[in-house]
């Protein structure tokens, strides 16, 4: 009688990822902090995309810390608020930044959605791109200028409020029902993992939090850092609905364009006569 063939050796299954592993996905993915990423896979990148307003917070801590040593200097808040837009480029490599460009681009062009994503793919930023990042910067520099123009502590606020509102639409972009626009890339690996009421827990967690933030200077900040979180994940929302449209899904540039497209609306509702 002839031997059985071997019987493959079980691969054992790997953990659920703890939040830790999320922590870790979002700032190695999302910033250029010196976390090692531990877990790459869908699991990870789930917890890792409902952790990203935590990366947001780092962020927004390095923005605040040099705009306002800026201000303090007596330079004013046109230069602080520069100051308070390059930390947060500089945190993430231009990463979102690049995305807005990109995605701008592959909307402007008019194209099928295949040779807009090649288009979104190039080096190189066309007129929509830079016509976009002008106007973007050009509007969140006016908004922090203002919130500076009403003192250091609120500017400081805002700033966390709108990185916060910025890194919330992540899970609202990644979540179930969301396809990729192409198999490969970060779009790929974070599309679809988020599930719609974990989505919509962590939005309704930022709204709370932004506005509890806001009840130590009065009642009417904290309804405005509310709302410019609820505005910030509403205009992102339409600019998603409009990308899946197009692209047919999320890319990593598409998420980006999400980001900034929500920090700036932030940054305009809590520019709007603070008290």
């Given at each position: 009688m002839p031997d059985s063939p071997t019987a493959p050796t079980p691969v054992p299954a790997q953990p659920p990822a703890s939040l830790g592993d999320g922590v870790r996905f979002a700032l190695?993915?999302?910033?250029?902090?010196?976390?090692?990423?531990?877990?790459?896979?869908?699991?990870?990148?789930?917890l890792g995309m409902l952790a990203a307003p935590l990366a947001g917070l780092a962020v927004?801590?390095?923005?605040?810390?040099?705009?306002?040593a800026l201000w303090l200097l007596g330079t004013g808040g046109l230069l602080a608020a520069a100051g308070a837009l390059a930390a947060p480029a500089a945190l993430t490599r231009g990463l979102h930044l690049d995305g807005l460009a990109d995605t701008?681009?592959?909307?402007?062009?008019?194209?099928?959605a295949k040779d807009a994503l090649r288009i979104m793919k190039q080096s190189d930023i066309g007129p929509f791109g830079v016509v976009t990042l002008v106007l973007v910067l050009l509007a969140?520099?006016?908004a922090v200028a203002r919130l500076y123009d009403h003192g250091p502590a609120r500017a400081a606020v805002g700033l966390a409020v709108a990185a916060v509102?910025?890194?919330?639409?992540?899970?609202?972009?990644?979540?179930?029902?969301?396809?990729?626009?192409?198999?490969?890339?970060?779009?790929?690996?974070?599309?679809?993992?988020?599930?719609?009421?974990?989505?919509?827990?962590?939005?309704?967690?930022?709204?709370l939090a932004a506005a509890a933030a806001g009840l130590g200077f009065s009642a009417a900040?904290?309804?405005?850092?509310?709302a410019a979180v609820v505005c910030a994940a509403g205009a992102?929302?339409?600019?998603?609905?409009?990308?899946?449209?197009?692209?047919?899904?999320?890319?990593?540039d598409v998420l980006g364009a999400l980001a900034e497209t929500a920090a700036t609306v932030a940054l305009v509702v809590l520019a709007v006569a603070p008290a």
């Open positions: 190695g993915t999302l910033t250029v902090l010196p976390v090692r990423v531990t877990r790459w896979d869908r699991d990870a990148a789930r927004a801590a390095a923005s605040a810390a040099l705009a306002t701008a681009d592959g909307l402007g062009s008019g194209r099928p969140q520099a006016a509102a910025a890194r919330s639409v992540f899970a609202l972009g990644c979540r179930t029902g969301v396809p990729p626009a192409r198999p490969g890339g970060l779009g790929a690996a974070v599309a679809g993992t988020v599930p719609t009421r974990a989505a919509a827990l962590a939005l309704a967690a930022a709204v900040d904290a309804v405005r850092n509310g992102a929302q339409l600019l998603l609905r409009h990308c899946v449209r197009r692209f047919g899904g999320i890319t990593g």
